[in-house]
C-alpha cells in the first residue's frame, strides 16, 4: 500500500485565495482526520470522518474552513479565503476499527499565505 | 476531555546518551497511548503504542516505552541515542473517541 498521500505538498498563495488540498486514505481504513500543525499551538485535530461522514468538526477554525469526503478514498481541505495565519502543516491521516486506534500520517502539505 | 502533557520542550544528548522523555495524560477511562516521532521535514511515523497487556512496549529503532497507569503516565525511553535519532518526539492519547490528542512535543538533538 502507499500510505495516506496528501497533494499538493507545498501551496504558496496570496491572501484571500481559495485552497484546496487533498488526501487519499490507505484503502481500508474507515476513519480520517485532518491536523494542523504549527509552532505556536502544535498538532491540532480539526475534523474527523467515519465512513465519509464527519463526527467532530470542533476543531475547525473558522467558517472559512470546510472538509468533505465525498467518498471512501477522497477527502478535501478547503479554506476560502485564505489568510496569513492560516499558514501551517496541515496532515491527513486515517485508521482502521482495530481496537489499538493507530493513525498513519500522510506527508502532509506546507501552506504558505502571503 | 483528555489531555497530554509533555515535560521537556528540548533535550540536548550526546551520543550513546541514554534518553527518558516524560509524558503524562489525563483522562479517567481506558486509554491507547502513543510516541510518533517527526524527523525534520518529515510527517509523524509511528514509534510505539500501548493499547493492553504488557505495560512495557518495544517499539522500533530500540525505542520502548512504559505505561504506568497509577501515575498516568507513558515514558519513552533509549538506552542509547544516535545522531540520527534527532526528531521531535510526540506523545499522543486516545480515549473513548478516535479522537488522538497531541502533547506539545519534545525536540531531541544529538550531538555527534
Known amino acids: 500500500d502507499a500510505g495516506v498521500i496528501q497533494s499538493p505538498r507545498h501551496e504558496v498563495t496570496e491572501m484571500g485565495q481559495e485552497v484546496t488540498l487533498r488526501c487519499k486514505p490507505i484503502?481500508?481504513?474507515?476513519?480520517l482526520f485532518w491536523y494542523r500543525q504549527t509552532m505556536m499551538r502544535g498538532l491540532e485535530l480539526l475534523i474527523y470522518f467515519n465512513n465519509n461522514v464527519p463526527i467532530d468538526d470542533s476543531g475547525m477554525p473558522e467558517d472559512r474552513f470546510s472538509a468533505k469526503m465525498p467518498n471512501a478514498s477522497f477527502s478535501t481541505l478547503k479554506i476560502q479565503p485564505s489568510e496569513p495565519r492560516d499558514s501551517a502543516v496541515y496532515f491527513c491521516?486515517?485508521?482502521?476499527?482495530?481496537?489499538?486506534?493507530?493513525?498513519?500520517f500522510g506527508p502532509g502539505t506546507r501552506l504558505t499565505v502571503l | 476531555a483528555q489531555s497530554v502533557s509533555q515535560h521537556n520542550h528540548h533535550v540536548i544528548l550526546s551520543e550513546a546518551a541514554s534518553l527518558e522523555l516524560g509524558c503524562n495524560y489525563s483522562y479517567g477511562g481506558t486509554v491507547n497511548l502513543f510516541w510518533y516521532v517527526q524527523y525534520p521535514g518529515q510527517h509523524l511515523q509511528l514509534l510505539l503504542k500501548?493499547?493492553?497487556?504488557?505495560?512495557l512496549v518495544k517499539g522500533i529503532k530500540g525505542f520502548e516505552a512504559e505505561f504506568i497507569k497509577s501515575k498516568f503516565s507513558f515514558n519513552l525511553r533509549k538506552p542509547s541515542v544516535q545522531w540520527s535519532d534527532t526528531a521531535e518526539y510526540f506523545c499522543?492519547?486516545?480515549?473513548?473517541?478516535?479522537?488522538?490528542?497531541f502533547g506539545s512535543g519534545t525536540q531531541l538533538t544529538v550531538l555527534p
Open positions: 484503502s481500508g481504513h474507515d476513519y
Open positions: 500501548y493499547f493492553s497487556g504488557d505495560p
Open positions: 491521516a486515517s485508521s482502521d476499527k482495530t481496537e489499538s486506534n493507530e493513525q498513519f
Open positions: 499522543a492519547v486516545i480515549g473513548s473517541a478516535r479522537q488522538l490528542t
